[in-house]
């Protein structure tokens, strides 16, 4: 495929807000990860919470479009990392309808809806007054934001494919792109914490006591979170990073709704078919962000997919023991990360795990490393096996 270039980034999650603290948490050792003190939520749990959301009164810019939890965990990415700026100067340069967008999410504003039930009157049941779905729990609600804060009226899509959803966007952004519906992207994920999926994975049994490890040879189950990322795409250079997508691979394995297959067929194919795109070997990746929940069965199926298409010749990391497991967010996000890793020439390690399965394969790193990185590749499984590599680097 034809490079796109990541011309701006913005990342808001448990680490902070701006890719700065962020870097600077990730070189630090240092956690986002917090004991559950979401709302009134009483699970036995850790949680990747943004810092300060319930303080950002009046955070919406957009008139008639309220000020709920999502549209805050967006403002919070839009102004951060002067991203907004970026886009408005793409936007003047090919105009607003020539600029596509496409977020991934899987619970968009939920919450808003929780509470309103919470809040019904009492006898006739009524929701409280005011209440907006189209704003809310709504998929395409974080969309209906972004769009309108950044004056864009091109493409625009939501994707909700579970923990993919917002990996698959730089996919679907590309072939956008290359058909001619637009000649330049906002890409990412956008996630906010609520009761649905707190307490869906705790009945799942998938959620840790303690900060996610992944890849340890204890390891417990998940630690979730929220947060956004926001990638600009565009054909042509506008940072002098050069850094760019170089391709995409999917696949849908559907081997059972909530668990992967356990050879990783579905993931190692979506692997080979980005680094087919990229026009790269596996001998070429310099790193790899794993997917990497924390999961028995998610691990050692990623794991055999990472082998069976790289051996174990090269470095991997998870980063969902810094932020959570965002969802709907964690493609992006984890994109994020790899960009930076790109930009910074380095490997975080895989937090909080102490001792990596000795039956997995891959080079798990523990500790942060330095690396002269210049291709990598991030990995998205989702539920139902819904599975999307990405490969990211500098264009030969």
């Keep these: 495929m034809t490079p796109l270039f990541t011309t701006s980034l913005s990342l808001v999650c448990s680490l902070g807000r701006g890719t700065a603290p962020a870097m600077a948490a990730l070189r630090a050792g240092r956690g986002g990860l917090r004991r559950n003190d979401f709302l009134d939520s009483k699970l036995d749990t850790w949680i990747g919470r943004v810092e300060g959301l319930e303080a950002d009164t009046a955070a919406s810019r957009v008139d008639a479009i ?31 309808a020539r600029i596509g967008l496409f977020l991934g999410t899987s619970s968009a504003g939920m919450l808003q809806g ?5 809040a019904r009157e009492p006898g006739s049941a009524a929701l409280p007054a005011g209440i907006s779905y189209r704003d ?11 769009r309108a804060r950044l004056g864009l009226k091109g493409t625009t899509s939501v994707v909700s494919t579970a923990c993919s959803s917002s990996a698959k966007v730089f996919a679907a952004a590309a072939r956008a792109i290359e058909a001619g519906l637009c000649d330049a992207a906002v890409v990412g994920g956008i996630e906010t914490l609520c009761f649905t999926t707190l307490h869906g994975f705790a009945s799942l049994e998938l959620l840790s006591r303690d900060p996610c490890r992944p890849c340890d040879a204890e390891r417990a189950g998940i630690s979730l979170g929220e947060g956004a990322a926001l990638v600009l795409l565009e054909k042509e250079d506008r940072s002098g990073e050069r850094l760019a997508l170089l391709g995409y691979g999917e696949s849908a394995d559907a081997h059972h709704m909530s668990t992967p297959h356990p050879e990783g067929l579905g993931a190692a194919l979506a692997m080979r078919l980005a680094l ?9 990746l310099g790193y790899i962000n794993l997917h990497g929940t ?6 050692a199926a990623e794991d055999a997919a990472v082998y069976a298409v790289a051996g174990d010749r090269v470095p991997c990391s998870a980063t969902k023991g810094w932020t959570g497991h965002t969802l709907g967010a964690a493609g992006g996000i984890e994109a994020a990360f790899t960009l930076l ?7 975080p390690g895989t937090l909080n795990t102490r001792r990596v399965d000795p039956a997995l394969k891959s080079q ?4 942060g490393k330095d690396l002269p990185l210049e291709h990598a590749m991030t990995n998205s499984f989702g539920f ?11 264009p030969r």
């Design 66 to 96: 309220p000020d709920y939890r999502i549209q805050r965990v967006a403002e919070a990415a839009l102004s951060a990392d002067g991203f907004s700026e970026a886009v408005a100067r793409a936007r003047e340069e090919n105009g607003a």
């Design 114 to 118: 929780e509470l309103a039930y919470r």
């Design 136 to 146: 809310s729990f709504n998929m395409y609600a974080p969309a209906a934001y972004v």
């Design 276 to 284: 087919e795109r990229a026009g790269l070997a596996a001998a070429d």
């Design 294 to 299: 924390g999961t028995r069965n998610n691990d």
């Design 341 to 347: 890793s790109l930009r910074h020439g380095y490997a």
């Design 364 to 367: 798990v790193l523990l500790e």
């Design 384 to 394: 139902g096996g819904s599975n999307c590599s990405l490969v990211f680097g500098r």
